[in-house]
């Protein structure tokens, strides 16, 4: 993976995560040391993770090398979410998770980050998981209408005292195999290239 891709996507995180703090003359340069965190957090987990890791860029076919969103999609069990799992009925060991999902400002509502959940459902069906997993903000009004919109359901909210603690509270969303890559996951695949950045392929290449 070459060092500017890598760049590009830790700018994108870091626009779409930054939060401004409370002394504003501080930001630029808080903002400067997150985007370098977004930077290593994911040099880290490309070199350290052997596989059960995909790094999912969306490009324009027009500019193909310019990346517009990212997301990123693991393989986890973790018990907390096995057990909201467990409480629906559902007996799984593992699950395919979400995160980092960011699509560039100038490249928003056109079907970028629609692309990257069709790409990351399809990994995880190699993966033969069942489910694919995320948690979202439950204020982030686009991101919640973005999963709702590709069939992902509230798995679970924080409970309120996260909020009365200052915390931003999250909702743990799911979607079933039984349901990946129909919609607009597919339709939209077509008008963005995506590419796949997996660290065990690269090492297998090499
Ligand atoms: C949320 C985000 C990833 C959406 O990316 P995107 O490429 O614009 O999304 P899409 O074009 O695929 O949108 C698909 C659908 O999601 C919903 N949606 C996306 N952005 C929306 C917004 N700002 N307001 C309302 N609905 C929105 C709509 O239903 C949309 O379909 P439509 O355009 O036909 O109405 C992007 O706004 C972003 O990067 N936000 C900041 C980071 C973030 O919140 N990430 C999610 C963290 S879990």
């Known amino acids: 993976m070459r060092e500017e891709e890598l760049a590009a996507v830790a700018k994108i995180q870091a626009e779409a995560f930054f939060e401004a703090s409370p ?21 880290e987990k490309l070199k350290y993770t052997k596989d059960g890791f995909c790094c999912l860029v969306a490009t324009s076919t027009s500019e193909p090398d310019r ?9 986890q069990g973790e018990k907390e ?5 467990r409480e629906k009925g559902f007996e799984e060991e593992s699950y395919a998770y979400l995160a980092c ?9 056109s079907g970028a980050a629609t692309a990257l959940l069709g790409a990351a459902e399809r990994m995880a069906g190699k993966w033969q998981q069942n489910f694919v997993l995320l948690h979202t903000f439950a204020d982030n009004f686009p991101g919640l209408r973005l999963y709702h919109a590709n069939g992902y359901a509230d798995m679970m ?29 597919v339709q939209s695949i ?12 690269e090492q297998d290449a090499a």
């Open 157 to 185: 909210r924080d409970p309120d005292w996260r909020s009365l603690l200052g915390f931003r509270k999250r909702v743990l969303m799911a979607k079933s195999a039984s349901v990946f890559s129909v919609g607009n996951a």
């Open 23 to 43: 002394i504003a003359p501080l930001d630029p340069l808080l903002y400067y040391i997150f985007q370098g965190g977004c930077l290593s957090a994911l040099q």
């Open 190 to 201: 077509s008008t963005n290239i995506l590419k796949v950045w997996n660290p065990q392929a």
């Open 101 to 109: 999902m960011a699509v560039a400002r100038d490249a928003r509502r």
């Open 67 to 75: 990346v517009r969103g990212v997301v990123e999609i693991s393989l």
């Open 81 to 85: 979410e096995l057990k909201v799992l």
